[in-house]
């Protein structure tokens, strides 16, 4: 079946200072999946980051961005200046044409001020 | 922000006991997903529907699980005969339409413990 890896955490890093959550998948049932980044943030539910249907394209929100590597079916999340109130988890997904996701474990950030 | 709306927000059951959970999709999604996250955090598609009709569903719930999503009442989950395995973040999603372009919106969830 498809599955997602994410970088384990907590993954500590200081304000301002850069983030990086790697990601790779594998997909057994679709050849070119969609791939998303979600994320949680305390107290409230599931929303998506961003999102990259294309092979090759970047997407990018909020400061974050992600490029779709079907060579290294990689999907790495980076943000080049974090701030406190990016602490969170972030899930890695992939999706099918029926649009049923696949996640990764997530990945909790705790950003020091 | 999601308008999902997921009742109860907790849930409490017993061994072998019935456990049902609803789910009022954001007006105008005619998909509607529901997904298992475990204590370990692993998500797990259960099913999904268009309209009053099942897309996508796995094994697991065709046995003890049971969805439904008729037409102007919320869509439902049911655990006929709970275990202590199904204890997670039962989550569910809607989606303006199928396709690259849809995005999913999540509720915020209903809790069970089953004891």
């Known amino acids: 079946g498809d599955s997602v890896t994410q970088t384990e955490g907590p993954v500590t890093v200081s304000e301002s200072e850069s983030l990086i959550i790697n990601c790779t998948y594998s997909?057994?049932?679709?050849?070119?999946?969609?791939l998303f980044w979600y994320v949680r943030y305390p107290g409230e539910g599931l929303q998506l980051l961003l999102k990259v249907i294309t092979a090759g394209q970047k997407g990018s929100s909020r400061g974050f961005e992600a490029t779709y590597n079907k060579e290294t079916t990689s999907f790495h999340l980076q943000k080049a200046s974090v701030q406190e109130s990016d602490s969170a988890v972030y899930y890695c997904a992939l999706g099918d044409h029926g649009n049923k996701l696949t996640f990764g474990i997530g990945t909790r950030v705790l950003v020091r001020p | 922000n999601s308008k999902v709306i997921q009742t109860p927000r907790y849930l409490v059951k017993g061994q072998g006991q019935k456990a049902k959970m609803r789910c009022i999709p954001e007006k105008g999604h005619p998909v509607v997903f529901w997904y298992q996250q475990n204590k370990n955090n692993e998500f797990k598609f259960l099913i999904n529907f268009q309209n009053q009709e099942v897309l996508q569903q796995i094994d697991m719930t065709e046995k003890r699980f049971s969805a439904e999503c008729p037409s102007n009442s919320p869509c439902s989950l049911e655990i006929q005969s709970s275990e202590a395995g199904d204890s997670a973040l039962y989550l569910c999603?809607?989606?303006?339409?199928?396709?690259?372009?849809?995005?999913?919106?999540f509720g915020p969830g209903t809790r069970l413990t089953v004891l």
């Open positions: 997909a057994t049932s679709i050849a070119y999946p969609n």
């Open positions: 999603a809607s989606s303006p339409g199928q396709g690259s372009y849809a995005e999913q919106f």
